[in-house]
T-cell receptor, first 114, second 110 residues
Framework: NAGVTQTPKFQVLKTGQSMTLQCAQD?????MSWYRQDPGMGLRLIHY???????DQGEVPNGYNVSRSTTEDFPLRLLSAAPSQTSVYFC?????????????FGPGTRLTVT | ELKVEQNPLFLSMQEGKNYTIYCNYS?????LYWYRQDPGKSLESLFV?????AVKQEGRLMASLDTKARLSTLHITAAVHDLSATYFC??????????FGTGTSLTVIP
């Protein structure tokens, strides 16, 4: 049982490049989400999903796309990277019902855009 | 949009002392979470509070929720060095969006 996994751990991009951050969970959780963490600002929700085929925007969705084709995977795509997207990205999952509704976070991806 | 305010932002406390971190949120929320984050690490779930008057305790940490006042507290009893970390509260609004506070950086000094 690996929990929530994220790849890569570190990434450096040039402005304008695109990339996909991977997130997978093996707990059969319906809910998955992406956050970014910037110094002094806590975590902010980018996109979330309540099940395969269902996604929605969070607080800061601009510049990011997501899809959810399976319960396990929830990739985050940066379409054209900008320096303002330099941040630490966390993926999280949780059940929608029962089990205390606890959110489980992945180890994070540290992204630098130059 | 829900606003979550934590205070204090920075807390330096002596070992053995007690202190409370406060988390205020601006609109109705149906779940309140507390997390711990060590430097360079991910977030670890501490507590999930689901109803008014809920109180949960784990070791030297106790969390409570007052939904009428839109206030949650994280109380630290007899602090030890191992509790040094950043603590976040987060509130969920109906519709599955979560809003985090800016965090409280706790340093416990001998």
């Amino acid at each position: 049982n690996a929990g929530v996994t994220q790849t890569p751990k570190f990434q450096v991009l040039k402005t304008g490049q695109s990339m996909t951050l991977q997130c997978a969970q093996d707990m059969n959780h319906e809910y998955m989400s992406w956050y970014r963490q910037d110094p002094g600002m806590g975590l902010r929700l980018i996109h979330y999903s309540v099940g395969a085929g269902i996604t929605d925007q969070g607080e800061v969705p601009n510049g990011y796309n997501v899809s959810r084709s399976t319960t396990e995977d929830f990739p985050l795509r940066l379409l054209s990277a900008a320096p303002s997207q330099t941040s630490v990205y966390f993926c999280a999952s949780s059940p929608l019902l029962g089990q205390g509704y606890e959110q489980y976070f992945g180890p994070g991806t540290r992204l630098t855009v130059t | 949009e829900l606003k979550v305010e934590q205070n204090p932002l920075f807390l330096s406390m002596q070992e053995g002392k007690n202190y409370t971190i406060y988390c205020n949120y601006s609109t109705t929320s149906d779940r309140l979470y507390w997390y711990r984050q060590d430097p360079g690490k991910s977030l670890e779930s501490l507590f999930v509070l689901l109803s008014n008057g809920a109180v949960k305790q784990e070791g030297r940490l106790m969390a409570s929720l007052d939904t009428k006042a839109r206030l949650s507290t994280l109380h630290i009893t007899a602090a030890v060095h191992d509790l040094s970390a950043t603590y976040f509260c987060a509130a969920r609004v109906p519709g599955n969006q979560f809003y985090f506070g800016t965090g409280t950086s706790l340093t416990v000094i001998p």
